[in-house]
């Protein structure tokens, strides 16, 4: 599998296998460039207005896309997913940010049995907060059996089909990926778990640029107080986004809760930079975002919180 296109203005997944998936990629790339409008790259650095030099621009990004790609298929490597067409799945296609606020998106998600999805729902649980593909949670479930469970939520229905498909490949019962909007199902999905919240995290959410469409943004009041009422006490949230407006305005919100104090605060490990920016991923693993990020160059804003008992 393979996505490229800018990696916030819309980008397209493809589901190949067998030795011609160069070759296809290739050919897709060329039916892509042709469509792909320029001002949609948001590394945009296409100031010339000579063709050829913003051909050779258009091809180099594309080439660098390629190359986060081949970067994200080795960070999660050991997982051995396969790449199949799934026949049931069709192309993993995503389009542009979903407006969350549409009225199809208003629907609360059935709250599942907890008892069917997970081995023993008794466990401390992981959410993690628009998961996109999920390999980053299922690295991390495959990494901590019995001892944690891991929720992801997302909201478009595709790609937690092929997480689920992927989760059953492992097999893994410690993780449940649910086609969920977060800011409608948040609360209610994890205060029904039997355990303990024990770690919350939103990893570089859509950044929904323009003024007018903030409120589309997932970290909302009423998200984020829901996630402190819920947290056990020394719970723990992580959000980054390599947006810097937009981990500001995360940060703005979380670093304002009382109940809730920054890391650093407690384990003198986890390093901040001067402006208070956690220096290093505590995770272990990177997210997709993050991976394509930091290959385009982009520093990583993080913030890692903790309940006050
Ligand atoms: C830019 S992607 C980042 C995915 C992943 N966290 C990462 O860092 O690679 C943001 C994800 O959040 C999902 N998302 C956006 N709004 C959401 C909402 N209200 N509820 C659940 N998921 C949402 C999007 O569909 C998308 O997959």
Known sequence: MTSFGSHYYGSVSIALSGTSAREAISALILRI???????????NRLYCSNSSAVSAEVQNQEQQHLRSSDLVASEYAELNLSHKFYEDLGHVRIRQHVNPLSSSFSVPAQVPDWYQVF?????P????????SGRF?????KRNPEVRNYLGLEIRQ?????????VREIPLDNIHFLFANATVSFKQLVISYPGPLMLVSILC??????KRHHKRRIVQKSLVDSIVDTLMPEGQVLIQSDVLEVAVDMRSQFDEME??????????TLLCDSEGWLLSNPMGIRTEREVHAESDGAKI??????KRT
């Open 33 to 43: 460039s042709s469509s792909i409008a320029l001002p949609s790259f948001r590394h």
């Open 119 to 123: 081995r023993d729902p008794t466990l």
């Open 125 to 132: 649980l992981m959410v993690d907060i628009g998961c996109g």
């Open 137 to 141: 949670l299922i690295w991390l479930a």
């Open 158 to 166: 595709k790609l937690v089909k092929r997480a689920e498909l992927w």
């Open 205 to 210: 959410p859509d950044p929904h640029f323009k």
């Open 259 to 268: 109940l809730l104090k920054h890391i650093d605060a407690y384990d003198k």
């Open 301 to 306: 804003y993080r913030r890692m919180y903790r």
